[in-house]
């Protein structure tokens, strides 16, 4: 069975604190999206990582890759109330026909407190 | 124009009624998608046009009828529904950018089905 896992599924953390969310996945994969929601608003891309090795930033976040792991992280360093979200990772695994399916994590709530 | 937009924003409709959503977007993407979101749940891909065919149908319910009538629109036609359709509805589309796929999210329809 094809899943994607991320924990935590909730943080809740202080302003100026480091942390990290993991997304771990079942299969093999060489694309690997993280997305952002913020409450009843849509998905916003963040990253898309496409190789072993891969690490993307923007501002205090930053995405990683290890697909021999199958494990992708998004650390966010001194943390600031706005980037409080739910965070999504999604991978389109290599087997699947279609490039357009992607398998989604549950979610990780962000909440950072001033 | 870098965005998908969607209308309505909100739709309240009985179980009787028949309406339709509606997602434009003029990036010359090739590709687009309906999505539902339930609270606190990742997107559950429904449908996925591919140069104005039905490429992908996630065994919706024929309450949905999706109509993509050319490249820059997308509809999504609601008839009879259910109470545990009420979600956000989402439209995203994607273009082949480097070997991948990287999908762009509407601002979402919330229906609520009374």
């Known amino acids: 069975e094809l899943k994607v896992e991320q924990n935590p599924l909730f943080l809740s953390m202080q302003e100026e604190k480091n942390y990290t969310i993991y997304c771990n996945y079942s299969t093999t994969s060489d694309r690997l999206y993280w997305y952002r929601q913020d409450p009843g608003k849509s998905l916003e891309s963040l990253f898309v990582l496409l190789s072993n090795g891969a690490v993307k930033q923007e501002g205090r976040l930053m995405a990683s890759l290890d697909t021999k792991a199958r494990l992708s992280t998004l650390h966010i360093t001194a943390a600031v109330h706005d980037l409080s979200a739910t965070y999504f990772c999604a991978v389109r695994p290599n087997a699947m026909d279609s490039n357009y399916q992607l398998i989604w994590g549950a979610g990780t709530k962000l909440i950072i407190k001033p | 124009d870098t965005e998908v937009t969607q209308t309505p924003k909100h739709l309240v409709m009985g179980m009787t009624n028949k309406k339709s959503l509606k997602c434009e977007q003029h990036m010359g993407h090739r590709a687009m998608y309906w999505y539902k979101q339930k609270a606190k749940k990742p997107p559950e891909l429904m449908f996925v046009?591919?140069?104005?065919?039905?490429?992908i149908n996630e065994s919706v319910p024929s309450r949905f009828s999706p109509e993509c009538p050319n490249s820059s629109l997308l509809n999504l036609h609601l008839h009879a529904l259910q109470p545990e359709d009420s979600a956000l509805y989402l439209c995203?589309?994607?273009?082949?950018?480097?070997?991948?796929?990287?999908?762009?999210f509407g601002p979402g329809t919330r229906l609520t089905v009374t």
């Open positions: 046009y591919s140069y104005e065919k039905l490429s």
């Open positions: 995203a589309s994607s273009h082949r950018t480097g070997g991948y796929y990287e999908q762009y």
